[in-house]
């Protein structure tokens, strides 16, 4: 027993020792990224990849404050507890000056709760959670991505502008899927008094039985269908809903969905016509967004993700707050990354101070089929400061303590 | 009323998809006893072979099929290596060691698959004819569903004539009625179970294949098939294949109406299902009661106290863990209270599982369930941490002597599957329930008391607690409730006749191990700042059995050696490398081929070789 402790201990030890022999002062900037890279490759091995790529560029101009960027990751492993305990590695071991990451909106919260307990800049990338930085919100915590209701309100204004009357919804059951249909039905219904509500399915995450689901809602007879399935969900869904002749002559409106991490999946069976949000890659053809998928293919000799997006996103904001705070003093970098503005491939983003939100935007279009693959068409870029609820209701949302 | 028809037929699609799953594993249950936790892998590697085959054969009818009887083929190939190469060396070894070593599989394939195909989910293209189209009642219904409806009871019917009609069929029943008998008469027994893997593993690979057209190879299918296909055989009955037909079609039919009725608790309605079947009857609907192994009725070695030097060694670890704030720096502080967390959790399972002979695979359920407690005490009521502390294992020691009412009449593998059955549906609360639970956003904010706040302070109380809590159970074990429970363990028979209450005994083990347990629970919680349902999933609860069987389960050491070893690995493993699951899992299945008996258990037979006989 003591000989596997000390061996623990000792092994341990030595991987840490970089840490323990590192200088201060011209040393690179360190950020410390936690990620499901097991439990979500999907998403988040692009997103890396990108990361990788800012941090090159970041450091090719020169770094930061003279000092050169360094990126650590860890992995996750899809779990909020391991989440917290690599943070306490990152932020004692290895001594990084910023903590980022996160994919699923748990891991978030909880690297959130661990900032604001002690005292360290968390930067969230991808999750989605409203809470991150309203009801939970916390004065460390800032979120580069848009927010489910960012996502939502979009889609309840395309939405209001089209005939349908009856509505139903198909959700995963979880907190993502369930504050999604909150927002639409509320921000639909308060556009749209004529429309109803006449059903909703709610499948377990990553279990769908879609044929059940299908025929569920083929039972409500419905005009408009909201869809949250993502992922494996998603694929089994749109081909029971294709064989099935559910999307016939009705409306979706679909989150995420334009996304290719699944859109392209779903092959020459992309549905033709939902509107959606998501990314439309290397269709975009502004010199900032140019140069970036260029550089990513000439790289990584594929095409960027919208995780690839939020990936280079976030060390660019990263960058660019640490430079506004001329510091990597915690509290000096909170104040100069409140209203950080910085560039993004999709354009130029800040964090407000008011809730430490990004404004990264959303692309919202149709999907449409190119040869055998889905792809977005008609779609067009909303500045995510024009989807967030006034000033005054973000107020009442986020904590006093918070700011 | 004109859905009903459709959505009966889409329930027997269902049906069908599950039996294909479920059939393998009931076999290679009812011959060789394995619960084959990899059997989920197998059909997802049957998904992923078969997109690699399928994609690259013409689109047509009688191409798919035999793209689908090759990836069948494939798989089962793989089911012979993993039998020869894994399974084979640990028959020998304790019932449940050879799951462990199957978990170590899952593992194993989850990088492999990885590495082998990417990220992304592989969708197969469907050609025209997978995505026709019959009219019922008024609605479309998929042709494939209904070639799936009628491959369902094809296999059920070619199984039971090779299994009826031919030689080996009688020796396989004849196996899994009594397979010392059937050694005992001649029958080469390796090449019985290794056919019999492989047909197993190549029904999981004919599922996967055939799952295509409806879904994607992707790299989730292993956890969740897992799950689904353990609900069908227990219910149906272990080992039972017109059992596993039954629960099929119950579950499947069920399920497409639950939707209809009941849409949000569809995941809970299953397991529900499951837990009704197995209150009502313990074997399930067709199982036969187990006729005990013989191996099982050796009584297990009586464990004993441990000898001077063990305890000196054991003296020496606690001296050092005690001044270990003074030595390592603040990350390993964490590392080692979550070690003491590991311990509580380990030595609890092992309480119900080594003396009280009640294996659990779902023993996060109570961990979970403490920590619940504490953060919902802490959220809605605002009570201090001492409090939450006490609170946690009153609240699981109360849950687990609820559950215990129903479950105690079993035993074996059904009384696992029951309290798996549990934990899924604790952990399909806590996701699901967001307006108390905060579903997987999780309860935030749980942190220990100012007083409390240093994580040297919180280090040594949770080391004092942990030890605390192990030694008290270790006196359980010596005082005449252990010898009592571990007679009942041994010989429920005799236990009886000499007039133990076996079923009060039970009782108390789990109310013990879940109180216990749920302390660990609460200070995981209060250590990490908050409660999520990632406490209760499943790959958790296996966390606590790979503990105590790596540990061993015959020495009171063995689970407390096992925590040590399982957190140091598994953190120095995720820092290290992307493939830990990869290294982790063949780490895993060496140590199990390398000490049946576990780690303490391989150093205790080394330490008394040349001392006693």
């Known amino acids: 027993m003591e000989v596997t402790r000390r061996l623990v201990l000792g092994a341990s030890g030595a991987l840490a020792m970089p840490g323990l022999l590192r200088a201060q002062g011209t040393a690179p900037i360190r950020i410390g990224e936690i990620n499901s890279y097991t439990a979500q490759p999907a998403f988040t091995l692009p997103y890396r990849n990108a990361m990788q790529l800012a941090v090159e560029e970041t450091n090719a101009r020169g770094g930061v404050l003279g000092r050169a960027l360094e990126l650590i990751t860890r992995d996750d492993a899809g779990r909020p507890q391991d989440a917290v305990r690599l943070a306490g590695e990152l932020v004692n071991d290895l001594k990084v000056d910023v903590l980022a990451g996160a994919y699923l909106s748990n891991v978030g919260l909880a690297l959130g709760e661990y900032a604001t307990q002690n005292k360290r800049l968390y930067i969230a990338g991808e999750p989605l959670t409203d809470a991150m930085v309203w009801e939970r919100g916390n004065r460390y915590t800032f979120r580069l991505r848009p927010s489910t209701y960012m996502q939502a309100s979009i889609l309840a204004e395309e939405a209001s502008k089209l005939p349908a009357k009856r509505w139903v919804t198909v959700s995963p059951n979880y907190e993502f899927g369930q504050s999604a249909v909150k927002w639409f039905r509320q921000l639909l219904s308060a556009r749209r008094p004529d429309v109803q509500f006449v059903g909703e399915q709610w499948p377990a995450l990553g279990r769908v039985d879609a044929g059940a689901t299908v025929q569920a809602l083929e039972g409500m007879r419905p005009d408009g269908i909201l869809n949250v399935l993502f992922g494996t969900d998603l694929t089994n869904f749109v081909r029971q809903g294709n064989t099935r002749g559910l999307f016939e002559r009705r409306t979706v409106v679909s989150l995420l969905t334009g996304e290719p991490e699944y859109l392209d999946p779903l092959g020459d069976e992309a549905p033709e016509g939902w509107i959606v949000t998501g990314y439309p890659g290397e269709a975009i053809d502004t010199p900032a967004h140019k140069a970036f998928a260029g550089a990513y293919r000439a790289k990584f000799n594929a095409k960027p993700m919208c995780g690839s997006l939020v990936g280079y996103s976030l060390i660019n904001s990263i960058a660019a707050g640490i430079a506004k705070a001329g510091s990597v003093e915690v509290e000096k970098m909170v104040e100069g990354f409140r209203g950080a503005r910085f560039d993004t491939p999709a354009g130029s983003a800040e964090y407000r101070a008011i809730d430490q939100q990004g404004t990264l935007g959303v692309y919202v279009g149709k999907t449409a089929l190119r040869g055998n693959a889905g792809v977005m068409t008609d779609w067009r870029y909303i500045d995510g400061k024009d989807l967030l609820p006034s000033d005054e209701v973000v107020r009442g949302l986020r904590p006093a303590g918070a700011n | ?613």
């Open chain 2, 1 to 613: 009323m004109s859905s009903i028809l459709p959505q009966l037929l889409t329930g027997l699609a269902t049906a069908s998809s599950l039996f294909l799953i479920s059939a393998g594993l009931t076999i290679i249950f009812g011959v060789s006893r394995i619960v084959n936790f990899s059997h989920g892998s197998l059909m997802m590697l049957g998904a992923y072979i078969g997109w690699s085959i399928l994609t690259r054969l013409p689109r047509e009818p009688e191409w798919f099929a035999l793209g689908v009887l090759a990836t069948a083929l494939a798989t089962a190939i793989i089911g012979v290596v993993l039998e020869m190469a894994v399974l084979r060396r640990v028959y020998r070894s304790p019932e449940l060691f050879q799951l462990l070593a199957t978990f170590g599989v899952v593992l194993i394939i989850q990088d492999v698959t990885l590495l082998l195909w990417g990220p992304t989910e592989l969708p197969l293209p469907r050609p025209r004819w997978l995505r026709g189209f019959v009219e019922v009642a008024g609605s479309r219904f998929p042709l494939y569903d209904l070639v799936l409806i009628a491959i369902g009871p094809l296999v059920l019917g070619l199984l039971w004539l090779a299994l009826n009609r031919t030689r080996w069929g009688t020796l396989v029943r004849a196996a899994t009625l009594d397979r010392e008998m059937v050694a005992a008469l001649g029958v080469d027994q390796r090449r019985l179970f290794t056919s019999v893997f492989a047909l197993g593993a190549g029904l999981a690979g004919l599922g996967g294949a055939l799952s295509l057209p409806n879904a994607s190879a992707n790299l989730g299918i292993d956890l969740s098939v897992i799950a689904d296909a353990f609900v069908v055989v227990v219910v149906g009955g272990l080992g039972s294949l017109p059992g596993a037909f039954l629960a099929s079609v119950l579950i499947g039919v069920l399920q497409a109406f639950g939707i209809v009725l009941v849409p949000k608790i569809t995941l809970v309605l299953v397991f529900l299902v499951m837990a009704v079947v197995l209150v009502f009857r313990p074997n399930g609907l067709l199982g036969r009661p187990q006729t005990e192994a013989r191996e099982a009725t050796v009584a297990a070695p009586v464990v004993r106290p441990a000898p001077p030097a063990l305890r000196l060694l054991g003296a020496v670890t606690l001296a050092l863990a005690v001044a270990a704030p003074f030595i390592v720096g603040g990350y390993y502080l964490t590392v080692l209270t979550d070690a003491c967390v590991a311990i509580l959790f380990a030595t609890s399972l092992h309480f119900m599982m080594g003396p009280g002979g009640m294996a659990s695979f779902g023993h996060a359920a109570w961990f979970g369930i403490g920590a619940y407690a504490a953060g919902l005490l802490l959220h809605w009521a605002g009570a201090p941490m001492p409090l939450g502390l006490l609170a946690a294992p009153v609240a699981a020691g109360l849950v687990s002597g609820l559950f215990g009412l129903f479950v105690v009449r079993l035993s074996g593998v059904y009384l696992a599957m029951l309290t798996l059955a549990f934990a899924q549906i604790a952990w399909a609360v806590s996701f699901q329930w967001v307006e108390v639970t905060g579903g997987d956003n999780g309860l935030l904010g749980v942190w220990p008391p100012d007083w409390a706040r240093d994580p040297r302070l919180y280090y040594w109380m949770a080391l004092a607690l942990s030890v605390g809590v192990a030694l008290l159970l270790r006196r359980a074990l010596y005082a005449p409730y252990g010898y009592a429970l571990r007679a009942a363990r041994d010989s429920t028979p005799r236990a009886r006749a000499i007039g133990l209450d076996v079923e009060g005994l039970r009782m108390v083990a789990l109310v013990i191990a879940g109180a216990a347990c749920g302390l660990g629970g609460a200070i995981f919680a209060y250590g990490k700042g908050g409660v999520f349902p990632t406490y209760i999933s499943i790959p958790h609860s296996v966390e606590a059995l790979l503990m105590v069987l790596l540990g061993g389960l015959q020495t009171v050491a063995g689970p407390i050696v096992g925590a040590l070893v399982y957190t140091g690995l598994a953190d120095i493993l995720v820092r290290s490398t992307d493939l830990w699951r990869l290294v982790l899992g063949a780490v895993i299945v060496v140590l199990v081929v390398a000490f049946p008996e576990g780690i303490a258990g391989a150093v205790r037979r080394l330490w008394l070789r040349g001392r006693e006989a």
